[in-house]
């Protein structure tokens, strides 16, 4: 790997982790744990949520 596909691939981790944080605040924590919940029962046809 060269040091320009590593600044890449670090600057895609960033992104990655700066997602997942903005996930932890209200109200995207509540919209993603619908979104899953809803995956769950039309998509997969089984829902394993539990609160």
Not at 11 to 27: N, S, Y
Not at 42 to 49: A, F, G, P, S
Request: aromatic share 6%.
């Amino acid at each position: 790997m060269n040091e320009a596909d590593a600044e890449e691939d670090v600057k895609m981790a960033h992104g990655i982790v700066d997602a997942f944080d903005r996930g932890l605040v209200e109200p995207v924590r509540t919209q993603i744990t619908e979104a899953m919940k809803i995956y769950e029962r039309d998509i997969l046809k089984e829902e394993t949520w539990r609160a």
